[in-house]
T-cell receptor, first 110, second 114 residues
């Protein structure tokens, strides 16, 4: 059974820092990977989708990488801002199904 | 497009009552997913549909839960009878296709069963 773990579970940093959020999975036979952001009381917003044949994707200050051989994905956030405060979730596709990680709760303070 | 629309946003009910959650997917999307989020178990897939047909309901916790998709623009998740342990946030998501496409999530329904 696929298990998805995110480290750290919570993170509090001052504005301007560069951050790395980690996601690890047990089954390398994954299809694609998706990173989401969830604000309190809200739904999920997709940030980046990495196809299984790709190694990374970039969108603005966000960069996500995928290493299937080591069972890891990282989300890099450059020059963090208070508006980045949210919970970040990674999720792997198993055929059509998304299997979610445990999440990292991020707080960026001014 | 208005995105995935869920109703109600909040539902408070008493144990034993029937609860119906509703979802309108994004027009043109072939896939619809129902998820449940709790503090203890995180986000879990309950069931998903492709072209209105249920494909995988292995995540449905028990027979008290049922889901339907009578047409491409509407789906329901029903709990009968409801129990306090069903309290959670229920999300609906839709996607234009399967694994190659992003899933778009609704704002969720927060269910409290007293």
């Amino acid at each position: 059974k696929q298990e998805v773990t995110q480290i750290p579970a919570a993170l509090s940093v001052p504005e301007g820092e560069n951050l790395v959020l980690n996601c690890s999975f047990t089954d390398s036979a994954i299809y694609n990977l998706q990173w989401f952001r969830q604000d309190p009381g809200k739904g999920l917003t997709s940030l980046l989708l990495i196809q299984s044949s790709q190694r990374e994707q970039t969108s603005g200050r966000l960069n996500a990488s995928l290493d299937k051989s080591s069972g890891r994905s990282t989300l890099y956030i450059a020059a963090s801002q208070p508006g980045d405060s949210a919970t970040y979730l990674c999720a792997f596709y198993n055929t059509d199904k998304l299997i979610f990680g445990t999440g990292t709760r991020l707080q960026v303070f001014p | 497009d208005a995105g995935v629309i869920q109703s109600p946003r909040h539902e408070v009910t008493e144990m034993g009552q029937e609860v119906t959650l509703r979802c309108k997917p994004i027009s043109g999307h072939d896939y619809l997913f129902w998820y449940r989020q709790t503090m203890m178990r995180g986000l879990e897939l309950l069931i998903y549909f492709n072209n209105n047909v249920p494909i995988d309901d292995s995540g449905m916790p028990e027979d008290r839960f049922s889901a339907k998709m009578p047409n491409a623009s509407f789906s329901t998740l029903k709990i009968q009878p409801s129990e306090p342990r069903d309290s959670a946030v229920y999300f609906c998501a839709s996607s234009p296709s399967g694994t190659s496409h992003i899933q778009y999530f609704g704002a969720g329904t927060r269910l409290s069963v007293l």
